[in-house]
């Protein structure tokens, strides 16, 4: 049972401002596909069970086969991703666990990343990945549910 109803419909403008910023990251040169697996990363890592079931069904509407989406979670173990969706997700699961080490995330993932991508894809990344977290709090924090959209 939710805490509340989700924040961004009680307070529109900050479900706008949310809107916004995934528009502009879109803007950014990353593939659709390689956003919505780092969203999906992502919210797995967090517990959102209402980000992982909107943002699995979203990328199967999107065309996402479901071998990747099952095994977005041991993607290291797995043959379904490509070079740049491997350094994405890295970065993705280094930049959600920043209290885990030392050095957050280490320059062999920053390196990989910025090998992959051009400044403009990299803070399309860092801004969606931060997004994501975010959205992901807020909603966790007030307990939304999976499928309550």
């Known amino acids: 049972m939710a805490?509340?109803?989700n924040p961004a419909t009680v307070l529109p403008d900050t479900g706008e401002a949310i809107r916004f910023l995934?528009?502009?990251t879109r803007a950014g040169g990353?593939?659709?596909s390689t956003l919505e697996l780092v969203h999906l990363r992502v919210s797995q890592?967090?517990?959102?069970?209402?980000?992982?079931?909107n943002g699995a069904r979203s990328a199967r509407k999107n065309g996402e086969t479901d071998d990747r989406l099952?095994?977005?979670a041991a993607w290291r173990d797995t043959p379904y991703f490509t070079a740049p969706e491997r350094a994405?997700?890295?970065?993705?699961e280094h930049s959600t666990r920043l209290a885990d080490r030392i050095d957050?995330?280490?320059?062999?993932?920053?390196?990989?990343?910025?090998?992959?991508?051009?400044?403009a894809a990299l803070a399309a990344l860092v801004v969606s990945i931060a997004t994501t977290n975010f959205f992901n709090h807020v909603l966790v924090t007030t307990k939304q549910s999976a499928g309550s959209w």
């Open 3 to 5: 805490r509340m109803k």
């Open 22 to 24: 995934t528009r502009a």
């Open 30 to 32: 990353v593939p659709e």
């Open 45 to 53: 890592i967090n517990g959102c069970a209402f980000c992982v079931d």
């Open 70 to 72: 099952a095994a977005v």
């Open 88 to 92: 994405a997700l890295d970065l993705a």
């Open 104 to 119: 957050p995330v280490p320059d062999t993932v920053w390196d990989e990343a910025a090998r992959q991508y051009d400044e």
